[in-house]
């Protein structure tokens, strides 16, 4: 029989680190109170279509009265044409009990295929629990937190989240991506809005803007189905709807090839 022998110091380092792997280490702020913003740099596309959340941040324990804090915004957005506040403008409370509180940001899309960026910064400028100051950011100058940088990125005219409908079929399926890198040639993250009977597939499709709100399916080869897909479609320019008409093209027991007319879809932004 082979013997080792280990080391008692060894030993003793393994058990101590067991040990230490068992338990979490706490961590306790014991500074002052401060608030900051939750994030310092958020980026968005225009066409997200639902309102972007900027939270502000009290760090320390939750006081028992609100918080008040005041903002500004600046940067090389417009407010109207690029984005909206929801609620006070300049003005967030985080309520008493709690260590955060929410500015409501709504950002416009006027797309139009020119693809550039704009900028909002929102910077705290004081804080106050009833006649008490409450301190504003950390670090040296308590530069750290009291600013947010957020980017709203310009997005092509069809790009954005929508909620698909089948003509015939009562469920619908919400945030379908259409995606494009030139403004031209789209991505359609699923057209399987109870078509087939796996609709937990999500089947991509690939279509083109022809420049005058009418739309092409060209001829595209699907793996999953093992046949070739093609169609055309409309964009209405006042509500963004699309409007696709899918076709699924296969081959019959006598060779010819044989169209399968999908039931009209239609995707509504959110």
Not at 30 to 44: A, E, I, M, Q, S
Not at 71 to 83: I, K, L, M, N
């Amino acid at each position: 029989m082979n013997r080792y022998s280990i080391p008692v110091a060894t030993l003793f380092l393994a058990i101590f680190m067991a040990t230490l792997s068992c338990h979490e280490q706490e961590i306790v702020y014991n500074g002052p109170d401060y608030v900051r913003f939750t994030d310092t740099t958020l980026v968005y596309k225009e066409s997200i279509g639902e309102a972007v959340t900027v939270r502000v941040h009290l760090v320390g324990k939750p006081s028992d009265t609100p918080v008040t804090v005041s903002y500004s915004v600046s940067g090389t957005a417009v407010e109207g044409r690029d984005y909206s506040i929801s609620g006070q403008k300049g003005v967030v409370t985080i309520p008493a009990g709690s260590l955060f509180g929410e500015i409501g940001l709504n950002l416009i899309n006027n797309a139009n295929n020119i693809l550039r960026s704009s900028e909002l910064l929102f910077t705290i400028n004081a804080a106050s629990q009833g006649e008490k100051s409450v301190q504003v950011g950390t670090g040296k100058n308590f530069s750290m937190g009291n600013s947010l940088r957020v980017t709203i990125e310009d997005d092509c005219l069809f790009g954005g989240y929508y909620t698909g409908k089948r003509t015939g079929y009562d469920r619908q399926v919400k945030d379908i991506a259409i995606t494009s890198t030139n403004c031209t040639e789209y991505l359609l993250s699923n057209w399987n809005i109870g078509v087939l009977s796996f609709n937990a597939d999500k089947i991509t499709l690939r279509f083109v803007d022809n420049g005058d709100n009418s739309i092409t399916i060209p001829n595209q080869y699907n793996v999953l189905l093992g046949d070739t897909l093609l169609g055309n479609g409309a964009w209405d320019p006042r509500t963004r709807q699309i409007i696709l008409n899918v076709n699924i093209k296969t081959e019959g027991q006598s060779g010819a090839d044989t169209l399968i007319n999908i039931p009209q879809l239609t995707y509504v932004p959110r």
